[in-house]
Protein backbone atom coordinates (compact mmCIF):
# COMPACT_ATOMS: atom_id res chain seq x y z
CA UNK A 1 0.00 0.00 0.00
CA UNK A 2 1.13 3.47 -0.61
CA UNK A 3 -0.20 5.94 1.71
CA UNK A 4 -0.76 9.68 0.47
CA UNK A 5 -1.81 12.96 2.92
CA UNK A 6 -3.58 15.62 1.78
CA UNK A 7 -3.37 19.07 2.90
CA UNK A 8 -4.62 22.84 2.23
CA UNK A 9 -6.87 25.24 3.29
CA UNK A 10 -9.99 24.80 5.31
CA UNK A 11 -11.87 27.21 3.47
CA UNK A 12 -11.48 27.58 -0.45
CA UNK A 13 -10.33 30.86 -1.78
CA UNK A 14 -11.01 29.98 -5.27
CA UNK A 15 -13.63 27.53 -7.22
CA UNK A 16 -10.77 26.30 -9.13
CA UNK A 17 -9.35 25.00 -6.09
CA UNK A 18 -12.50 22.98 -5.27
CA UNK A 19 -12.82 21.46 -8.78
CA UNK A 20 -9.14 20.50 -8.22
CA UNK A 21 -10.19 18.72 -5.33
CA UNK A 22 -12.83 16.68 -7.08
CA UNK A 23 -10.68 15.91 -9.49
CA UNK A 24 -7.33 14.53 -7.42
CA UNK A 25 -9.81 12.30 -5.37
CA UNK A 26 -11.72 10.74 -8.31
CA UNK A 27 -7.91 10.01 -10.34
CA UNK A 28 -6.04 9.03 -6.79
CA UNK A 29 -8.92 6.38 -6.33
CA UNK A 30 -8.73 4.96 -9.47
CA UNK A 31 -4.78 3.75 -8.21
CA UNK A 32 -5.87 0.23 -6.50
CA UNK A 33 -3.27 0.34 -3.65
CA UNK A 34 -3.67 3.83 -3.01
CA UNK A 35 -4.74 4.76 0.38
CA UNK A 36 -5.92 8.71 1.11
CA UNK A 37 -4.80 10.00 4.45
CA UNK A 38 -6.71 13.45 5.05
CA UNK A 39 -6.11 16.41 8.07
CA UNK A 40 -9.67 15.93 8.92
CA UNK A 41 -10.78 19.48 8.38
CA UNK A 42 -13.21 21.29 6.20
CA UNK A 43 -12.31 22.65 2.58
CA UNK A 44 -9.51 21.36 0.56
CA UNK A 45 -9.34 17.90 2.99
CA UNK A 46 -12.94 17.01 3.16
CA UNK A 47 -13.45 17.78 -0.33
CA UNK A 48 -10.37 15.16 -1.55
CA UNK A 49 -11.63 12.42 0.92
CA UNK A 50 -15.14 12.46 0.54
CA UNK A 51 -14.77 12.56 -3.82
CA UNK A 52 -12.20 9.89 -3.46
CA UNK A 53 -14.12 7.33 -1.35
CA UNK A 54 -17.38 7.93 -3.01
CA UNK A 55 -15.58 7.10 -6.33
CA UNK A 56 -13.42 4.11 -4.71
CA UNK A 57 -16.87 2.43 -3.64
CA UNK A 58 -18.03 3.07 -7.75
CA UNK A 59 -14.74 1.86 -9.02
CA UNK A 60 -13.93 -0.95 -6.62
CA UNK A 61 -17.39 -1.80 -4.41
CA UNK A 62 -14.91 -1.23 -1.26
CA UNK A 63 -16.79 -0.82 1.87
CA UNK A 64 -15.58 1.00 3.37
CA UNK A 65 -12.53 2.95 1.41
CA UNK A 66 -9.31 3.05 2.40
CA UNK A 67 -9.95 6.50 3.33
CA UNK A 68 -8.38 7.88 7.03
CA UNK A 69 -8.37 11.29 8.48
CA UNK A 70 -5.82 12.16 11.27
CA UNK A 71 -7.44 14.82 13.85
CA UNK A 72 -6.33 15.97 17.48
CA UNK A 73 -7.30 13.96 20.45
CA UNK A 74 -8.25 17.44 21.89
CA UNK A 75 -7.70 21.22 21.09
CA UNK A 76 -8.44 23.84 24.01
CA UNK A 77 -8.90 26.96 20.91
CA UNK A 78 -12.15 27.02 18.84
CA UNK A 79 -11.85 25.10 15.77
CA UNK A 80 -15.37 24.50 15.19
CA UNK A 81 -14.91 26.72 12.00
CA UNK A 82 -12.44 24.52 10.46
CA UNK A 83 -13.36 21.32 11.70
CA UNK A 84 -16.02 19.04 13.64
CA UNK A 85 -15.23 20.14 17.14
CA UNK A 86 -16.83 19.15 19.97
CA UNK A 87 -17.69 21.72 22.98
CA UNK A 88 -15.39 20.48 25.05
CA UNK A 89 -12.32 20.47 22.71
CA UNK A 90 -12.52 16.79 21.22
CA UNK A 91 -13.44 16.33 17.69
CA UNK A 92 -16.03 14.20 15.98
CA UNK A 93 -15.42 11.04 13.64
CA UNK A 94 -16.08 12.17 10.04
CA UNK A 95 -19.06 10.52 8.69
CA UNK A 96 -17.06 8.53 5.91
CA UNK A 97 -13.66 6.96 6.01
CA UNK A 98 -12.07 6.17 9.10
CA UNK A 99 -10.98 8.52 11.84
CA UNK A 100 -7.92 8.66 13.98
CA UNK A 101 -7.21 11.16 17.20
CA UNK A 102 -3.29 11.25 17.31
CA UNK A 103 -1.35 14.36 19.60
CA UNK A 104 -3.33 16.62 21.91
CA UNK A 105 -2.62 19.84 19.29
CA UNK A 106 -2.46 20.17 15.56
CA UNK A 107 1.25 20.88 15.65
CA UNK A 108 1.54 17.13 17.75
CA UNK A 109 -0.50 15.74 15.17
CA UNK A 110 1.62 17.08 12.49
CA UNK A 111 4.83 16.37 13.43
CA UNK A 112 3.66 12.41 13.45
CA UNK A 113 2.27 12.76 9.71
CA UNK A 114 5.20 14.03 7.94
CA UNK A 115 7.27 11.03 9.68
CA UNK A 116 4.37 8.72 8.95
CA UNK A 117 4.03 8.97 5.02
CA UNK A 118 6.25 9.60 2.49
CA UNK A 119 3.91 11.61 0.07
CA UNK A 120 1.93 14.76 0.85
CA UNK A 121 -0.06 16.92 -1.79
CA UNK A 122 -0.57 20.46 -0.70
CA UNK A 123 -3.79 22.27 -2.43
CA UNK A 124 -3.80 26.44 -1.69
CA UNK A 125 -3.40 26.66 2.40
CA UNK A 126 -2.11 28.86 4.91
CA UNK A 127 0.40 28.89 7.78
CA UNK A 128 -0.29 25.45 9.20
CA UNK A 129 0.11 23.68 5.70
CA UNK A 130 3.10 25.78 5.27
CA UNK A 131 4.35 24.20 8.29
CA UNK A 132 3.11 20.61 7.85
CA UNK A 133 4.88 21.04 4.04
CA UNK A 134 8.25 21.89 5.94
CA UNK A 135 7.73 19.24 8.29
CA UNK A 136 7.58 16.57 5.57
CA UNK A 137 10.63 18.39 3.20
CA UNK A 138 12.77 17.59 7.30
CA UNK A 139 11.92 14.35 7.09
CA UNK A 140 13.04 13.62 3.50
CA UNK A 141 9.41 12.91 2.44
CA UNK A 142 7.70 14.26 -0.84
CA UNK A 143 5.69 16.99 -1.36
CA UNK A 144 3.56 17.85 -4.36
CA UNK A 145 2.19 21.62 -4.45
CA UNK A 146 -0.74 22.28 -6.20
CA UNK A 147 1.20 25.48 -7.34
CA UNK A 148 -1.50 27.08 -9.34
CA UNK A 149 -3.83 26.71 -5.81
CA UNK A 150 -1.76 30.01 -4.11
CA UNK A 151 -0.96 29.81 -0.23
CA UNK A 152 1.26 27.67 0.58
CA UNK A 153 1.03 25.43 -2.35
CA UNK A 154 3.07 28.34 -4.11
CA UNK A 155 5.69 28.80 -1.98
CA UNK A 156 4.24 31.59 0.85
CA UNK A 157 4.50 31.54 4.66
CA UNK A 158 8.39 31.14 4.42
CA UNK A 159 8.45 27.77 2.87
CA UNK A 160 12.04 26.99 0.85
CA UNK A 161 12.03 27.22 -2.69
CA UNK A 162 12.97 23.42 -2.78
CA UNK A 163 9.40 22.50 -2.44
CA UNK A 164 8.89 23.66 -5.96
CA UNK A 165 11.91 21.22 -6.98
CA UNK A 166 11.18 18.33 -9.30
CA UNK A 167 11.34 15.14 -7.68
CA UNK A 168 13.47 12.50 -9.24
CA UNK A 169 12.14 10.06 -11.09
CA UNK A 170 9.14 12.51 -12.03
CA UNK A 171 8.34 13.77 -15.58
CA UNK A 172 9.42 17.66 -16.34
CA UNK A 173 5.72 17.89 -17.91
CA UNK A 174 3.73 17.00 -15.14
CA UNK A 175 5.56 18.57 -12.81
CA UNK A 176 5.35 21.92 -14.99
CA UNK A 177 1.49 21.41 -15.16
CA UNK A 178 0.89 21.83 -11.39
CA UNK A 179 1.67 25.84 -12.52
CA UNK A 180 -0.43 26.35 -14.98
CA UNK A 181 -3.69 27.60 -14.83
CA UNK A 182 -4.45 27.30 -18.39
CA UNK A 183 -5.38 23.43 -18.08
CA UNK A 184 -8.16 21.93 -16.82
CA UNK A 185 -8.74 20.51 -12.97
CA UNK A 186 -8.79 17.31 -14.72
CA UNK A 187 -5.36 17.90 -16.43
CA UNK A 188 -4.28 18.70 -12.79
CA UNK A 189 -5.13 15.67 -11.26
CA UNK A 190 -4.07 13.10 -14.19
CA UNK A 191 -0.61 14.71 -13.65
CA UNK A 192 -0.65 14.23 -10.05
CA UNK A 193 -1.63 10.60 -10.36
CA UNK A 194 1.60 10.38 -13.21
CA UNK A 195 3.51 12.09 -10.48
CA UNK A 196 2.40 9.61 -7.71
CA UNK A 197 3.06 6.62 -10.12
CA UNK A 198 6.62 7.59 -10.99
CA UNK A 199 7.77 8.41 -7.47
CA UNK A 200 6.24 4.77 -6.42
CA UNK A 201 8.21 2.98 -9.06
CA UNK A 202 11.05 5.28 -8.29
CA UNK A 203 11.25 3.97 -5.14
CA UNK A 204 10.22 0.55 -5.54
CA UNK A 205 13.79 0.54 -7.98
CA UNK A 206 16.00 2.15 -5.01
CA UNK A 207 14.94 0.03 -2.27
CA UNK A 208 15.83 -3.74 -5.22
CA UNK A 209 19.02 -1.89 -5.82
CA UNK A 210 19.97 -1.04 -2.49
CA UNK A 211 18.52 -4.80 -1.52
CA UNK A 212 21.00 -6.36 -4.50
CA UNK A 213 23.59 -4.20 -2.83
CA UNK A 214 23.61 -5.07 0.71
CA UNK A 215 23.52 -8.36 -0.67
CA UNK A 216 26.43 -8.24 -2.79
CA UNK A 217 28.31 -6.92 0.18
CA UNK A 218 27.60 -9.11 2.76
CA UNK A 219 30.14 -12.27 1.63
CA UNK A 220 28.12 -14.76 3.84
CA UNK A 221 24.96 -14.10 1.99
CA UNK A 222 27.00 -14.09 -1.44
CA UNK A 223 27.81 -17.91 0.12
CA UNK A 224 24.41 -19.06 0.98
CA UNK A 225 23.85 -18.14 -2.44
CA UNK A 226 25.84 -20.29 -4.53
CA UNK A 227 25.44 -22.98 -1.89
CA UNK A 228 21.86 -22.88 -2.88
CA UNK A 229 22.96 -23.28 -6.58
CA UNK A 230 25.11 -25.89 -6.15
CA UNK A 231 21.99 -27.94 -4.52
Same mark, same amino acid.
Given at each position: ???????? !?????????? =????????????? #? $?? +?? @??? /? +??? @???? %?????????????KEKPANLYH????????????????????????? #???? %???? /?? !??????? +????? $?????????????????????????? @??????? /?? =??????? &?? #? *????????????????????????????????????? &? +????????? *?? *??? !?????? *????????????
Amino acid at each position: KVLVYVAG !SSKFFSPLSE =AICRAIGQSLASI #P $FL +VL @VTG /G +VYG @VAET %TGRTFCEERELLLKEKPANLYHILPRYVSQDQSMKARQNPDGTFQNL #PFGH %TLFI /GD !SFKERDS +VVARL $FNYCIIIEGGPRSARIAEEFMWNDNI @VIPIICT /GG =AAAGQFD &LP #P *KIHDVPLGVHQDDWSTLVRRDVTAENIAESVKNIICS &L +VKCRSRKKM *KD *KHV !SGFRNP *KNRTNKMRAKQM
